[in-house]
């Protein structure tokens, strides 16, 4: 069974740094693509960041580019999201997701809060 | 930056048939997917490629494609559809995932 387990999330204040960190379990991490995708309350997901599963490919959205840096750990089956320079609006509910071939989220967790506040 | 357009809500009858729109440019040439978020939950994948179905998700749901339009319908509506759905792409031109504004689907 697949399983995505994220962690690190929390309350920090505005120009603060956290790291989320992303288990996963049941199925080869090193051939999936892994993406990050937020929530903020009461709106739509927002995608941030995907990362390929071995060829070092990265993309990030233009509201986060240059504060966060997602990254993997193939050997711990283990996906990351360095967020620095945390504004309010940054605060959400944040999924990491298994990406399919043609783009498709076939997998979420259950996310993990942050939020940002002084 | 591509943009995807869903209507704010619909609402339905049981039984009845929903169908949900999701415009955007040239869509006709991309693969769309759909997902279904119920409260407090994370999104559910329940279309991919246009038409497909993961495991699990009942024939009930499906997906189409007409000019600049994708369209999830919903036929046999029940009470447990009730949720918010929402169509993504992924846009190549700026390589980032687009999700669409969503959907409020209302079972009446």
């Known amino acids: 069974e697949v399983q995505l387990v994220e962690s690190g999330g929390g309350l920090v204040q505005p120009g603060g740094s956290l790291r989320l960190s992303c288990a996963a379990s049941?199925?080869?991490?090193?051939?999936?693509?892994m993406n990050w995708v937020r929530q903020a309350p009461g709106k739509g997901p927002e995608w941030v960041s995907y990362?390929?599963?071995?060829?070092?490919?990265?993309y990030y959205a233009d509201s986060v580019k240059g504060r966060f840096t997602i990254s993997r750990d193939n050997a711990k089956n283990s996906l990351y999201l360095q967020m620095n320079s945390l504004r309010a609006e940054d605060t959400a509910v944040y999924y990491c997701?298994?990406?399919?071939?043609?783009?498709?989220?076939?997998?979420w967790g259950r996310g993990t809060p942050v939020t940002v506040s002084s | 930056s591509y943009v995807l357009t869903q209507p704010p809500s619909v609402s339905v009858a049981p039984g009845q048939t929903a169908r949900i729109t999701c415009g955007g440019s040239?869509?006709?040439?991309?693969?769309v997917h759909w997902y279904q978020q119920k409260p407090g939950q994370a999104p559910v994948l329940v279309v991919y490629?246009?038409?497909d179905r993961p495991s699990g998700i009942p024939e009930r749901f499906s997906g189409a494609k007409s000019g600049n339009t994708a369209s999830l319908t919903i036929s046999r509506v029940e009470a447990g559809d009730e949720a918010d759905y929402y169509c993504?792409?992924?846009?190549?031109?700026?390589?980032?995932?687009?999700f669409g504004g969503g959907t409020k689907l209302t079972v009446l």
């Open positions: 993504q792409v992924w846009d190549n031109t700026s390589e980032h995932v687009v």
């Open positions: 490629d246009d038409s």
């Open positions: 990362i390929h599963g071995s060829l070092g490919v990265i």
């Open positions: 997701a298994r990406d399919q071939r043609s783009g498709n989220l076939d997998y």
């Open positions: 040239n869509i006709g040439s991309i693969s």
């Open positions: 049941g199925f080869t991490f090193s051939s999936h693509s």
